[in-house]
């Protein structure tokens, strides 16, 4: 599929970037041979392939949660930069 410059153009408008004919003209390219290189794979005969969804035969490798040091109420508020009565205190997030 070839793309000329009023496509490449229409593209650059939806994505709303200012292309310079000369980019307009190189992106024409580029997207071309990605397009055609698409177009390629899509005539590759899959149909006996067995699907893969992962190639490391690794399965479920999850470590356990573990709380390696307890960390007691006050000491992460003396970590805290803002508190107020016990609590961390943080920026306001809503305009009053």
Known sequence: MKL??????????LARLDLSDQEALNYSKELTA???YAEDLQKIDTEELVETCQV??????????KVEQPQTSQEILNNSPLTKDGFIQVKNIFEK
């Open 4 to 13: 000329d410059k009023k496509q490449i153009q229409k593209i650059a408008e």
């Open 34 to 36: 990605i397009l055609e």
């Open 56 to 65: 490391t035969g690794l399965k479920n490798i999850m470590r356990d949660d």
